[in-house]
């Protein structure tokens, strides 16, 4: 039985640490900034959709949505890394390509996963956004004479982003935080490190405090980034 | 010919029938103040004239052409038509000089330099040159209204519609606006404005039209309308408005 007197800091912090900083930390910096954008892009182009008065379209981004919000992202990550290259060799066989294999690196399905999954989410953000910039905008921009579309992306949307930012941020720090999950789809991140680190050594108790550490430092820094960004970013409503 | 030419103008809200039957015209250089109880529909009224709503029915002939058939270059128009509003609608998250100069740079294809040089032109006109620096949260409502008016003119319109141009204002703030009106209806300019400030009405109107119920229920020059008004409903609310 482990003992609070043969706990030893020193020698995990000097093991781990160099394999956290290194390649785990950063898939988890590329996979958050990546993903980020990414969902951002698809957010937008979502909430667009769902403020387009085309029914079909909306109606299967509605069901795409509840999709992505009823089910949790560690299971979409699963399904992409897992079930999503088997389809693909299901339709390569029907397609007359029997000896086709499809495989999605651990990075890259968690990239989409995140994407799709924080796209999702940001879209009903901008959507709002959009929503509630006040109508006398859209009007001033008709009276000028910009057509609807003009009002939209030049007036419309760059406030409507400005006033987002806020919550772009809060996204930006759980989604970073929500890397973590891709553990279970074997990326060699901070958690996968950690515990591959923790099997051969047994250091429960030390490597994940130092994890965890890690984990709150990365976003103290990042929510220190995000304040001065948003400081610069938001300077009129 | 009249610049505008308003015949059996409609609209309707659903169930609510906003504008009943509206028919006059508004000549070239005149300026047009349209008074009227709160639902009287002369808000909509004015904003049928460039389209912000769609009228249900009749017809707005500019220039003898009707803008309300489906191949007639709305954008062209209310280019020509400039619009201010009761919450003037700045766009906030430009400075007021980028404000003026928008539409000319974007949709005249002006140059920039020619822009801001008209624009500085226009906001020393309304007294704002001095705040061409600054975004319009800083500004007070009077001057908001001022630079949108510039906004407007930016545009080298015909005519300018006016919207409850000083229904938002601090009582204090209202003159201002009101005389860089005045200034402009003296430079020549075509206008339509809806408001309740009958003084206003009185000093700078060529013509007052009272609406009510969706309908034109007089028309006539301001000395008409303010000492000797025929209908007996212009009565009545002229009685309500003038005798506070």
Known sequence: ?237 | MALLEIKNLQKSFGDLKVLKDVNMSIEEGEVLVIIGPSGSGKSTFLRCLNLLETPSGGEILYDGKDILKPKFAVREYRQQVGMCFQRFNLFPFMTVLNNVTYGPIHLLKMPKEQAQAEAMALLEKVGMAAKANVYPDTLSGGQQQRVAIARSLAMHPKMMLFDEPTSALDPELVGEVLCTMKELADDGMTMAVVTHEMTFAEDVADRVIFMDGGVVVEDDTPDEIFSNPKNPRTKAFLSRILDR
């Open chain 1, 1 to 237: 039985m482990r003992t609070l007197q043969n706990l030893n800091f020193p020698k995990a912090m000097a093991e781990l640490l160099p394999k956290l900083f290194g390649q785990a930390l950063e898939i988890v910096l590329i996979v958050s900034v990546v993903a980020f954008v990414l969902a951002i892009l698809f957010g937008f182009l979502f909430a667009l959709g769902r403020l387009s008065h085309h029914k079909i379209l909306n109606g299967i981004l509605v069901v795409f949505q509840e999709f992505i919000r009823g089910t949790p992202l560690l299971v979409q990550l699963v399904y992409i890394y897992y079930v999503f290259p088997l389809f693909v060799e299901i339709i390569a066989y029907w397609c007359g390509n029997p000896t086709f294999k499809c495989t999605l690196s651990a990075t890259v399905a968690g990239v989409i996963g995140l994407t799709i999954n924080y796209g999702t989410y940001i879209s009903e953000v901008i959507r709002s956004a959009i929503l509630a910039i006040d109508k006398g905008q859209t009007e001033a921009a008709l009276a000028l004479g910009f057509s609807k579309r003009q009002a939209m992306f030049r007036i419309v949307i760059p406030q409507a982003f400005r006033n987002s930012i806020p919550v772009f941020g809060n996204y930006l720090l759980t989604l970073v935080k929500d890397t973590s999950l891709m553990a279970y789809i074997t990326a060699p991140e901070l958690l996968q490190t950690t515990k591959a680190y923790i099997s051969q050594t047994f250091t429960t108790i030390e490597s994940y405090s130092i994890l965890a550490v890690v984990y709150l430092v990365i976003c103290l820094i990042l929510s220190g980034l995000l304040k001065v960004a948003e400081r610069k970013l938001v300077r009129r409503r």
